[in-house]
């Protein structure tokens, strides 16, 4: 990974901007990833936080543009404890692909794959290389596996654009301790994808985002970019169970409400609570109350119902963001413009958290997202909307 680096004119600049070249698809023609470095190189704890990898979710990318600003502020002040790096455009080929005057941004139009999905899973070869290597020192195997990984990531030899865009990501973000990557739904409340291992550890972060749903994982399928950071600890504490491996990268992904909800009170209290997240984790000398009281209940992937839509029509929606819902009760009701109409219904009890802003449905399209407590019999597998 070869970064180009562009730091302010003093001597001790309080941020270093990193760009890292993509190689260019047609003659002419290259983009670039870049990321902004708060405190020193290699200091503990370490924080990555990205936003804009689906580029249509555009909250995010505004949220990180402001918590940089304030990190800016508070490294010339000499208050930032660790290391953090932030990358508010994580994704700037999506942010290029536009079709008749709507971004599109979730799908690389090249190979029809999903920007957040199929990053590098590490574990294997990380414990192919630390085998007979780790004890009984917790410090010393962070360590170990940190190196490990960036070996692993070195080995690598991405050649498409898009390879080497995840692959440039996953460089900047293996070895943090905090791993935040920032994303919206298509119509929905505040929420958040960790692992099940991680739980109750990322409590705080939940409560202070405010968040109304948690989605609990420990293998949401498709290799997500927050899960290939984190999934690797407790891949690796399985597999070495006499060996002192905690679990040393929190991860997670938050959903930041609506895909083009963007206004200036959001912004404001979204980058507020990212930096009191900071403060309390050590990473900004600061002062923060107490942790706001936690607004919902974890729950796990696979109590979470796809609202899925059985016929084409107009969507006429009976349950509001935020409703708590029964099975049974009627969600919608599906209008065709020339004929019956078809109630759609929960199948679980739960939370709608999550809408489709354009009501308009098809045979299988999700119109609603419901986080339900127990597991439900067809959530195997991908569990994450594709």
Same mark, same amino acid.
């Given at each position: 990974?070869?970064?180009?680096?562009?730091?302010?004119?003093?001597?001790?600049? &309080? !941020?270093?901007?990193?760009?890292?070249?993509?190689?260019?698809?047609?003659?002419?023609?290259?983009?670039? =990833?870049?990321?902004?470095?708060?405190? !020193?190189?290699?200091?503990? +704890?370490?924080?990555?936080?990205?936003?804009?990898?689906?580029?249509?979710?555009?909250?995010?990318?505004?949220? /990180?543009?402001?918590?940089?600003? @304030?990190?800016?502020?508070?490294?010339? @002040?000499?208050?930032? #404890?660790?290391?953090?790096?932030?990358? +508010?455009?994580?994704?700037?080929?999506?942010?290029?692909?536009?079709?008749?005057?709507? %971004?599109?941004?979730?799908?690389?139009?090249?190979?029809?794959?999903?920007?957040?999905?199929?990053?590098?899973?590490?574990?294997?070869?990380?414990?192919?290389?630390?085998?007979?290597?780790?004890?009984?020192?917790?410090?010393?195997?962070?360590?170990?596996?940190?190196?490990?990984?960036?070996?692993? #990531?070195?080995?690598?030899?991405?050649?498409?654009?898009?390879?080497?865009?995840?692959?440039?990501? %996953?460089?900047?973000?293996?070895?943090?301790? $905090?791993? #935040?990557?920032?994303?919206?739904?298509?119509?929905?409340?505040?929420?958040?994808?960790?692992?099940?291992?991680?739980?109750?550890?990322?409590?705080?972060?939940?409560?202070?985002?405010?968040?109304?749903?948690?989605?609990?994982?420990?293998?949401?399928?498709?290799?997500?970019?927050?899960?290939?950071?984190?999934?690797?600890?407790?891949?690796?504490?399985?597999?070495?169970?006499?060996?002192?491996?905690? /679990?040393?990268?929190?991860?997670? !992904?938050?959903?930041?409400?609506?895909?083009?909800?963007?206004?200036?009170?959001?912004?404001?209290?979204? !980058? &507020?609570?990212?930096?009191?997240? #900071? $403060?309390?984790?050590?990473? =900004?000398?600061?002062?923060?109350?107490?942790?706001?009281?936690?607004?919902?209940?974890?729950?796990?992937?696979?109590?979470?119902?796809?609202?899925?839509?059985? =016929?084409?029509?107009?969507?006429?929606?009976?349950?509001?963001?935020?409703?708590?819902?029964?099975?049974?009760?009627?969600?919608?009701?599906?209008?065709?413009?020339?004929?019956?109409?078809?109630?759609?219904?929960?199948?679980?009890?739960?939370?709608?958290?999550?809408?489709?802003?354009?009501?308009?449905?098809?045979?299988?399209?999700?119109?609603?997202?419901?986080?339900?407590?127990?597991?439900?019999?067809?959530?195997?597998?991908?569990?994450?909307?594709?």
């Amino acid at each position: 990974m070869t970064a180009y680096s562009e730091t302010p004119p003093s001597a001790k600049p &309080a !941020t270093n901007r990193e760009t890292y070249p993509l190689p260019g698809v047609a003659a002419g023609t290259q983009r670039s =990833v870049t990321a902004l470095r708060f405190g !020193t190189p290699g200091a503990r +704890p370490k924080a990555y936080f990205q936003a804009g990898l689906h580029a249509d979710e555009l909250p995010g990318m505004v949220v /990180l543009r402001e918590l940089a600003k @304030q990190l800016e502020t508070e490294a010339e @002040q000499g208050r930032i #404890l660790g290391e953090i790096i932030v990358v +508010p455009v994580a994704n700037p080929i999506g942010l290029a692909q536009r079709s008749f005057g709507y %971004m599109q941004g979730r799908y690389d139009t090249g190979a029809a794959s999903n920007f957040n999905r199929d990053y590098p899973d590490l574990a294997p070869g990380v414990a192919d290389r630390i085998k007979g290597t780790i004890g009984d020192d917790a410090d010393a195997n962070v360590a170990t596996i940190r190196a490990a990984m960036a070996e692993e #990531l070195a080995g690598m030899t991405p050649v498409s654009e898009v390879d080497v865009l995840r692959h440039t990501l %996953m460089q900047l973000a293996h070895d943090a301790d $905090i791993v #935040l990557d920032l994303h919206a739904d298509n119509e929905a409340q505040i929420h958040l994808y960790t692992g099940t291992a991680l739980w109750p550890e990322a409590q705080d972060l939940a409560a202070e985002i405010d968040a109304r749903a948690v989605l609990l994982a420990e293998c949401s399928g498709g290799n997500p970019f927050d899960e290939a950071c984190s999934a690797p600890w407790w891949t690796l504490t399985d597999r070495f169970p006499d060996a002192s491996i905690p /679990l040393a990268c929190l991860a997670a !992904t938050v959903e930041l409400r609506s895909n083009n909800s963007v206004n200036a009170a959001d912004i404001h209290n979204d !980058t &507020a609570a990212l930096m009191r997240f #900071l $403060i309390r984790r050590g990473l =900004v000398e600061g002062q923060v109350g107490a942790v706001p009281r936690l607004l919902c209940d974890a729950t796990p992937l696979t109590g979470m119902q796809q609202v899925i839509a059985p =016929v084409a029509g107009i969507v006429v929606y009976n349950a509001e963001l935020g409703d708590t819902v029964r099975a049974g009760d009627v969600i919608a009701n599906i209008a065709d413009p020339l004929g019956d109409s078809v109630d759609v219904a929960a199948r679980t009890d739960g939370c709608l958290f999550a809408r489709h802003d354009q009501p308009y449905a098809w045979p299988g399209k999700i119109i609603g997202k419901i986080a339900g407590t127990t597991a439900l019999a067809e959530r195997k597998g991908r569990l994450l909307t594709d």
